[in-house]
C-alpha cells in the first residue's frame, strides 16, 4: 500500500494541453492516467474502481468547436457521447467508489452577451453545441451525487504543448510567420495560464468542498486585439501588421454562434482557494522565461495507468 499512495490522483485526459501540464507540475504527487474509454460505463466503473487515487480530474473533453457544431442536436455524436454521456459515466462511477470528481468545464457555457464579468452565481446560456454538451456535463456532475467541485477555465495557453495549440501560441505564431489576421478589437476573452489554472486544482483536491464551483479565468479581461499587441511587445515580435476586426463582420458570415464577451470573474476562486491569477502581461512574461530556459517545457511521460 506504501507505493500506492504516492499516487493520490487520478485523471482522464492527461495528454491534452491541461492535463498534461498538470503532470508536468504534479511531482512529487503524482497522477494515475484512467486510460479508458469514457463512453464506456463499464470501463469506466473498473478504472475508477481499480484507481487508489481519492481524487479524479476530468479533462478530457471534445473540444472541436467547428466539429462540435456540425455535429449539432447528435446526441449520438462524438461531442456529445465524449462530453455528456462520458461525464455522467466518470461521475456516476465516482459515487460509486467515494471518489471526489474535479469536473474541467469552461466559460463558453456563458452567452456572451454581457460586458460586465461573470460569475458563478450568474445563470449559463450556452449558444452552440460544443458550449450546450459542456454545460448538461456539468447537471450530470450535480446530479450524480458525487462529491465534486467544477472548475471553468477561460482560454487556457501555456508555454510548449505540440499537440495543439491556444490564443497565445497561435499569435506567437502569426506574429512570427507575419500571418496574422484581422483580431477582435470589440469582445472580451480573461486568458488564464496554465500553471496557475493547475495550481487551483491542486488546491481544490486539497480542499474537497462538498459541492464547488468556480471560475478559473487570468487576471485581466482585454480584447483579442489588445492581446496580441502585447504579446508582441513581450515576445519582441512587430505587430504592425495587425489590424483590428469587428464582431458584427464576424457575425455576419460566421456559421456558428462566438460569445462577444467573455469577462471572466476570478474572484471567488481567487478568495476561497486562496491561490493568484497573474495579470496577462505578468503571465505572458513568465511564460516566455519559461521558453527561454533550458528545458522548459519538457514533455513528462505518461503516467502509469
Not at 134 to 143: F, H, P
Request: proline share 7%; glycine share 8%; net charge neutral.
Amino acid at each position: 500500500m506504501g507505493t500506492e499512495k504516492a499516487w493520490p490522483r487520478a485523471g482522464t485526459g492527461l495528454r491534452g494541453m491541461v492535463g498534461d501540464r498538470a503532470v508536468e507540475l504534479g511531482e512529487p504527487h503524482g497522477w494515475r492516467a484512467l486510460d479508458c474509454d469514457v463512453t464506456d460505463a463499464a470501463a469506466v466503473r473498473r478504472a475508477v474502481a481499480q484507481t487508489p487515487a481519492e481524487v479524479v480530474v476530468h479533462f478530457a473533453a471534445f473540444t472541436d468547436l467547428a466539429a462540435a457544431h456540425a455535429q449539432t442536436g447528435e446526441r449520438g455524436g462524438s461531442c456529445y457521447r465524449v462530453n455528456v454521456d462520458g461525464t455522467r459515466n466518470l461521475a456516476q462511477a465516482c459515487r460509486e467508489n467515494d471518489k471526489y470528481l474535479i469536473h474541467v468545464s469552461t466559460d463558453y457555457v456563458f452567452s456572451g452577451a454581457e460586458q460586465e464579468p461573470y460569475r458563478e452565481s450568474d445563470m449559463p446560456a450556452p449558444q452552440d453545441w460544443y458550449s450546450r454538451t459542456k454545460y448538461w456535463a456539468e447537471g450530470e456532475v450535480r446530479g450524480s451525487g458525487c462529491r465534486f467541485s467544477i472548475l471553468r477555465p477561460s482560454f487556457p495557453f501555456r508555454a510548449r504543448y505540440a499537440r495543439r495549440g491556444d490564443i497565445v501560441r497561435k499569435m506567437i505564431s502569426g506574429l512570427t510567420a507575419g500571418r496574422t489576421p484581422p483580431m477582435f478589437c470589440d469582445t472580451l476573452v480573461s486568458p488564464v495560464f496554465v500553471d496557475e489554472f493547475v495550481a487551483a486544482i491542486d488546491r481544490v483536491a486539497e480542499l474537497r468542498p462538498p459541492e464547488g464551483l468556480f471560475h478559473c479565468a487570468g487576471g485581466t479581461s482585454l480584447s483579442p486585439y489588445d492581446l496580441v499587441v502585447l504579446v508582441a511587445r513581450v515576445f519582441d515580435l512587430d505587430s504592425s501588421q495587425v489590424s483590428p476586426g469587428h464582431y458584427a463582420d464576424y457575425a455576419r458570415t460566421a456559421g456558428r454562434p462566438y460569445p462577444r464577451y467573455l469577462n471572466i470573474s476570478n474572484e471567488r476562486a481567487a478568495q476561497v482557494l486562496g491561490i493568484r491569477f497573474s495579470p496577462i502581461e505578468a503571465a505572458l512574461e513568465t511564460m516566455r522565461d519559461q521558453l527561454s530556459s533550458a528545458g522548459a517545457g519538457t514533455a513528462a511521460a505518461p503516467p502509469p495507468g
